[in-house]
């Protein structure tokens, strides 16, 4: 199985950027769909971003479009997640995902396997 780490969160004030990685090791990320959630205090986890097998095609969360983009690198067994003009409101732990079936699903049902995830914290 993938094991899925999340790198890339800290700090930073509204309007800033950060970049989020997910490294995954002892299987490629070529057999896999790749998916990021979030999840903030006291709400569930939501979807925020997904990546078909070969890259070719991005699915967006309404909240984070045109702000945030998602990106693989297959090479490097490598997915990523590009955060601008960041929000209060996108405060949570952020979490990387790998689906073997389903490309661009937005539910957590699909994915099989999980990273623990990286803390986003945006003051205002």
């Known amino acids: 199985q993938v094991q899925l780490v999340e790198s890339g969160g800290g700090l930073v004030q509204a309007g800033g950027s950060l970049r989020l990685s997910c490294a995954a090791s002892?299987?490629?990320?070529?057999?896999?769909?790749m998916g990021w959630f979030r999840q903030a205090p006291g709400k569930e986890r939501e979807f925020v971003a997904a990546?078909?097998?070969?890259?070719?095609?991005?699915y967006y969360a309404d909240a984070v479009k045109g702000r945030f983009t998602m990106s693989r690198d297959n090479a490097k067994n490598k997915v990523y997640l590009q955060m601008n003009s960041l929000k209060p409101e996108d405060t949570a732990v952020y979490y990387c995902?790998?689906?073997?079936?389903?490309?661009?699903?937005?539910?957590?049902?699909?994915?099989?396997?999980w990273g623990q995830g990286t803390q986003v914290t945006v003051s205002s």
């Open positions: 990546i078909s097998w070969s890259g070719g095609s991005t």
């Open positions: 995902a790998a689906s073997t079936a389903v490309s661009g699903s937005r539910r957590d049902p699909d994915y099989d396997y």
């Open positions: 002892k299987r490629t990320i070529r057999n896999y769909a």
